[in-house]
């Protein structure tokens, strides 16, 4: 993700009327005939052109208005979902929320008679919905939609939140022809303003408005003018392993850093961390929380009697809240009703269980601190300037000699030190009671590990039976030990896995190391499997690559402006050793393969050897980083591509003569 960052000591808000937009309804016949965008002949629509304009309007309150126009080209029915606006709109607590007003709209289509047509958006159908505690929308549907229409809408939306400046928001899931926003911001306010994506602008200018705000005690600022365009911008297409979209799509956002009234007085919005930090230490639902004590004075001393040593301590802990506590589901950083109530009921939020994990760590004497981080879902946070509202979701970080563990305690399934995948997103911020704040790195501490072992006879009946044995480790171990659990015993979860797979029957089973954390999830199951219905034929195809297969590639772009963000490292092997009955042979078999990625990215590989009527097969598949960046994503795509070709070949039996 590129970020580039300005410091804009300007501002805005005014008496003028800015005429950058383009007329509305000046649709041309050669648009309405256009039959697919020349740039993405794949795109179900595009848009034409979209124009915002955003100032801080003069008064009292100085609300920021914003003014937006789209004009978009549907090619055929999978673009109808265009026509569906939704607006979110903010509101707080204290009864300020923002609004939506002059809303128009139309859609353009020929007719049967080759004329042009108007359909306007009824605005009785305007649809004004409370949403949740923070949020409205505002949505309506354009009418008469067709393949090939073109629809237009403008709004305007006035908002009492300066502290957060319009963003604007380049990059869609359609590609645009161009689209222009103008910024006008008052000297009187400085934000911080980032540019994410890797799309660059078409033009940036700046130009300065002279007494265009007036805050009012007969005071006149001057405005800088900002204009940023696009044009030819790409759509954003979603793939699997990445991170919140919003991370990579071409977006100007804004963070108002500090401001001066009319009086001349300026007033800092965006702190410094050392200020962030105090006010965190004192705060009634994050400080105050941790420094709590005898949450536990009955259970600590039990669970930490007669051990010195401090990382079983520490792991005694970790399991006793994992048992005691359950989470309701509820992120954040702060307590929501205060840590005692949460012990009291047993329940609590991300924050409520783990703060309280960092109080009870430290009353053992060992050295706790929380780290603040933000989700995968939610997004990367800012590291340019401390926005406290980036942060969804609080850990304890222990240090114990010269190692140091993550710890989330609201899941019962992860080992101690193991972070979950939503949480290996960029950095944290680990706060601490006694020194400065500061960041560190949000990095998978375990692989994602697979061990398959299989000991195969394939009978003259056709039938294949045997013993396949499964070891899971680290992340992998995890997953399964999650999916196992949410059956109500092994014998169900067995149940279902053997409905699961029509050709197979499960005749045995054991399970080890479910309820063990710290060590390898160990399956073993022994099969009987339909493969073929006799072998009589004169010759008949085994594929070996039947466990953990891959299908299909999940990489398909032609190239990809992102990283591919696995979260953690992975390692997979196999090992097949199967008996196949005296009278065949083996008259074709697949290759020997050994891929590699550059600088020692990952590699696969597979062999077949032959030794009278049995045949071992042996797979490894490693992916050694968690993050590939988008340079890299050729050789990765590559890679599965030759995976799946090479995993779609069979090993030929035939009859001896």
């Known amino acids: 993700m590129k970020k580039i960052f300005f410091c804009l000591a300007l501002s805005l808000s005014f008496i003028q009327v800015y005429p950058a937009n383009f007329p509305y309804g000046a649709v041309s016949i050669a648009d309405l005939e256009m039959k697919s965008y020349s740039k993405d002949t794949s795109a179900n629509a595009v848009v034409l052109q979209e124009f915002g304009n955003t100032h801080i309007s003069s008064g009292d309150e100085t609300p920021l208005i914003f003014e937006y126009h789209v004009r978009i080209k549907i090619f055929n029915a999978k673009g109808f979902n265009q026509g569906n606006i939704v607006i979110p709109l903010n509101k707080s607590k204290d009864n300020r929320y923002e609004e939506v007003s002059d809303i128009k709209g139309s859609t353009f289509f020929i007719d049967h008679d080759g004329m042009m047509r108007e359909t306007k958006l009824d605005l009785k159908k305007v649809i004004r919905e409370d949403m949740d505690k923070r949020h409205n929308l505002v949505k309506f549907a354009m009418p008469d939609l067709t393949n090939g229409c073109i629809i237009e809408y403008v709004y305007t939306l006035s908002s009492p939140f300066i502290f957060n400046f319009r963003n ?73 392993y990445m991170t919140a979209a919003s991370n990579f799509k071409s977006t100007i956002k804004y963070e108002l850093s500090d401001y001066m009234d009319y009086r001349g007085v300026k007033h800092q919005i965006t702190k410094e961390w050392k200020d962030v930090d105090y006010d965190l230490k004192k705060d009634p639902y994050f400080g105050s929380q941790m420094r709590k004590k005898d949450l536990f004075k009955t259970q600590l001393p039990a669970l930490i009697a007669g051990q010195p040593d401090a990382l079983i301590q520490a792991k005694k802990i970790y399991s006793f809240f994992q048992k005691y506590f359950k989470w309701n589901g509820f992120n954040g950083i702060y307590s929501v009703d205060g840590l005692k109530k949460a012990v009291e009921t047993h329940s609590g939020s991300i924050a409520d269980i783990n703060l309280a994990l960092i109080s009870v760590l430290n009353e053992a004497g060992l050295n706790a601190d929380a780290v603040l981080l933000s989700t995968r879902s939610n997004g990367l946070v800012n ?99 999650k999916a196992i659990k949410k059956f109500n015993s092994i014998e169900e979860y067995v149940e279902n896995l053997d409905e699961s797979m029509p050709k197979t029957k ?33 010759q008949f195809a085994f594929n070996p690559f039947f466990m953990d297969r891959t299908k299909e590639n999940p990489f398909k772009l032609r190239e990809r402006n992102y990283p591919v963000d696995l979260g953690a490292p992975s390692d997979t092997r196999i090992s097949l050793v199967c008996t196949f009955p005296d009278g065949f042979e083996v008259t074709s078999k697949p290759e020997p393969v050994a891929l590699a990625l550059p600088d020692k990215g990952g590699r696969f590989t597979s062999e077949i050897s032959i030794d009278g009527s049995q045949f071992l097969f042996q797979q490894m598949t490693l992916l050694n980083k968690s993050i590939y960046q988008p340079e890299e994503y050729p050789y990765l795509k590559e890679l599965f591509n030759k995976m799946v070709q090479v995993q779609k070949t069979d090993i030929i039996f035939k009859k001896k003569q």
């Open 168 to 240: 604007w928001y380049f990059q869609d899931d359609i590609p645009k022809v161009y689209s222009e926003y103008i910024a006008h911001i008052p000297a009187l306010y400085n934000y911080n303003t980032v540019l994410v994506g890797a799309t660059k602008l078409t033009k940036n200018t700046a130009e300065l408005e002279r007494e265009c705000f007036n805050p009012g005690g007969g005071i006149k600022a001057d405005c800088s003018k900002i204009t940023y365009t696009m044009a030819d911008i790409p759509a954003f297409v979603e793939e699997d």
């Open 506 to 538: 499960i005749i045995s089973n054991k399970i080890v190391g479910l309820d063990s954390l710290d060590v390898p999830l160990s399956e073993s199951y022994e099969v009987e499997i339909n493969a073929f219905d006799n072998l009589n034929k004169g």
């Open 383 to 481: 590291n340019l300037f401390p926005i406290l509202s980036d942060f969804n979701y609080v850990v304890a970080r222990v240090n114990i000699a010269d190692k140091t563990y993550m710890l989330d305690a609201t899941n019962p399934f992860l080992p101690f030190g193991l972070l979950p995948i939503k949480c290996i997103n960029g950095q944290g911020r680990v706060i601490s009671m006694s020194k400065p704040s500061y960041w560190v790195d949000l990095v998978a501490s375990q692989k994602e590990s697979k061990i398959y072992n299989l000991a195969l006879e394939l009978l003259p009946d056709g039938k294949i039976k045997g013993k396949i044995i499964e070891i899971s480790l680290g992340y992998e171990a995890y997953n399964k030990r």
